[in-house]
């Protein structure tokens, strides 16, 4: 028997259990390995989990993109940026989207927002107006535009645009494309941006046009100082009472905010401003408008109203007889020689005006905040003559008139956008699903019920 058999066996049984050590320590390495690149990933993905769900989901419903202001834009997911150029577009092409093709068409939102969108526009696909404009511009583009020397596209009316080949709608869009930018194209690339230029069109306008290659770098600070100067108001010593309504324009007041403070002035004091107070107090005048003005105003109380003095005077010598007196003519001084306050005279004529006149003597009744049983007693004393309200069918009301009628504004979008397609006022009505109450307000007012 060999006596080295032993020995070479027990070399071999080391050799295994230490290859069989490596192997063991090896696995438990890669193993190791394996579960914390795992749990990396692992980490990752939950903080991007985490990332997501702490974005603001936006919440969407039924609107209407001609009333939105920068705030909701921004509700919807919209980037301040993103904002400003639909806003200017929206500016460019005549200040409303007729169609949802036409804000589509705003490179500012993506297909994939849109289409996000999309079922909540309350607005048509198409347009009729939008489809006439596509085919006069399809029309024009095919005329021929003709420019046989250099000019200053500054200077040119809308009549010089319209001889150079682009129709008038074109060349009205262009005026004022020039007037959102200051009353100057700036530069080539800046008129390059008009919409309505087609490339085709400014490549034959380019070699022609007198205005620099390039938009100067400080072309927004000399835009915005040439605005500031351009509304700058010379202010000097003005007596309220004796300020009419170009006078208050004149002031830096709108129309309908100068009207606001004639009237203030004329029923609510009675024709006078007696303090700074009073004049203060005219909620259309901002604190900052009335420090402006502050310094000028010189309110002399010694002057009278003629108009309130002249019907004081016919008051105590000739009472009016109520009977007579139709309750969609009846003036301010009559309403407070029957016992209404400045104030409820005031909001009574202004609801009639809003209404376009009273259909039922009720109406008057309902008036915002009056006293209701002086009122009860002036219907019954007065008579009603509608014969002078105005009255449409919802499918050719104006416009205007649908978005400023107490009873039909708050569903004028609605009703514009029905009637593309439905040209029946019932069918119509129907669609706005109202309560019977405001439905049978808006039935006063319509020519076909």
């Given amino acids: 028997m060999n006596a080295k058999l032993p020995f070479i066996i027990r070399r071999k049984q080391f050799w295994g259990i230490l290859i069989l050590g490596f192997l063991l320590?090896?696995?438990?390495?890669?193993?190791?390995?394996?579960?914390?690149?795992?749990?990396?990933?692992?980490?990752?993905?939950?903080?991007?989990?985490?990332?997501?769900?702490?974005?603001?989901?936006?919440?969407?419903?039924?609107?209407?993109?001609?009333?939105?202001?920068e705030q909701q834009w921004e509700k919807l997911g919209f980037s301040k940026k993103q904002i400003a150029t639909i806003l200017k577009y929206k500016n460019i092409i005549g200040g409303r989207f007729?169609?949802?093709?036409?804000?589509?068409k705003c490179y500012a939102i993506s297909d994939e927002k849109?289409?996000?969108?999309?079922?909540?526009?309350?607005?048509?696909?198409?347009?009729?107006?939008?489809?006439?404009?596509?085919?006069?511009?399809?029309?024009?583009?095919?005329?021929?535009?003709?420019?046989?020397?250099?000019?200053?596209?500054?200077?040119?009316?809308?009549?010089?645009?319209?001889?150079?080949?682009?129709?008038e709608k074109q060349a009205i869009a262009i005026?004022?494309?020039?007037?959102?930018?200051?009353?100057?194209?700036?530069?080539?690339?800046?008129?390059?941006?008009?919409?309505?230029?087609?490339?085709?069109?400014?490549?034959?306008?380019?070699?022609?046009?007198?205005?620099?290659?390039?938009?100067?770098?400080?072309?927004?600070?000399?835009?915005?100082?040439?605005?500031?100067?351009?509304?700058?108001?010379?202010?000097?010593?003005?007596?309220?009472n004796q300020t009419d309504l170009d006078g208050w324009k004149g002031l830096g007041f709108s129309e309908k905010q100068a009207q606001v403070i004639v009237n203030y002035r004329d029923r609510n004091l009675k024709g006078?401003?007696?303090?700074?107070?009073?004049?203060?107090?005219?909620?259309?005048?901002?604190?900052?408008?009335f420090k402006e003005l502050e310094p000028y105003i010189r309110i002399n109380t010694e002057h009278t109203n003629p108009v309130e003095k002249k019907e004081a005077v016919a008051v105590q010598h000739n009472p009016t007889d109520f009977s007579t007196i139709d309750l969609n003519k009846i003036s301010y001084r009559q309403l407070t020689e029957f016992g209404f306050s400045e104030k409820d005279a005031?909001?009574?004529?202004?609801?009639?005006?809003?209404?376009?006149?009273?259909?039922?003597?009720?109406?008057?009744?309902?008036?915002?905040?009056?006293?209701?049983?002086?009122?009860?007693?002036?219907?019954?004393?007065?008579?009603?003559?509608?014969?002078?309200?105005?009255?449409?069918?919802?499918?050719?009301?104006?416009?205007?008139?649908?978005?400023?009628?107490?009873?039909?504004?708050?569903?004028?979008?609605?009703?514009?956008?029905?009637?593309?397609s439905n040209p029946d006022s019932k069918k119509i009505l129907k669609f706005l699903k109202l309560k019977s109450e405001y439905e049978n307000q808006m039935k006063l007012y319509l020519t076909d019920f």
Wanted: proline share 4%; net charge positive; glycine share 2%.
């Fill in 175 to 240: 005026d004022k494309y020039k007037k959102y930018l200051g009353g100057t194209f700036v530069s080539k690339e800046k008129f390059k941006e008009c919409f309505i230029i087609s490339d085709e069109n400014y490549k034959k306008l380019e070699a022609y046009l007198i205005l620099p290659e390039k938009t100067p770098s400080d072309y927004n600070k000399f835009y915005t100082k040439n605005e500031g100067s351009k509304n700058k108001i010379h202010l000097k010593p003005f007596d309220p």
């Fill in 272 to 289: 006078q401003f007696r303090t700074m107070e009073d004049l203060k107090n005219c909620f259309v005048i901002s604190d900052e408008k």
């Fill in 98 to 104: 007729l169609s949802k093709v036409q804000l589509k």
């Fill in 114 to 167: 849109y289409a996000e969108i999309e079922p909540y526009i309350l607005l048509p696909e198409t347009h009729k107006k939008e489809n006439n404009f596509d085919r006069n511009y399809d029309k024009f583009d095919r005329k021929q535009v003709q420019v046989s020397q250099k000019f200053n596209p500054d200077k040119l009316s809308i009549t010089d645009w319209q001889n150079m080949g682009f129709s």
């Fill in 346 to 420: 005031a909001m009574i004529l202004g609801f009639r005006k809003k209404l376009g006149g009273f259909m039922k003597a009720q109406q008057l009744v309902d008036t915002y905040e009056i006293d209701k049983s002086l009122a009860e007693k002036l219907i019954s004393t007065v008579k009603l003559n509608t014969d002078q309200v105005q009255k449409y069918s919802l499918t050719d009301a104006p416009e205007a008139w649908l978005k400023s009628h107490p009873y039909f504004k708050y569903s004028a979008e609605k009703i514009l956008y029905y009637r593309i």
């Fill in 25 to 69: 320590l090896f696995s438990k390495s890669i193993f190791h390995f394996a579960l914390k690149k795992s749990a990396v990933q692992f980490d990752k993905q939950l903080t991007w989990s985490n990332v997501r769900t702490s974005q603001p989901k936006v919440v969407l419903s039924e609107f209407d993109p001609n009333e939105l202001d």
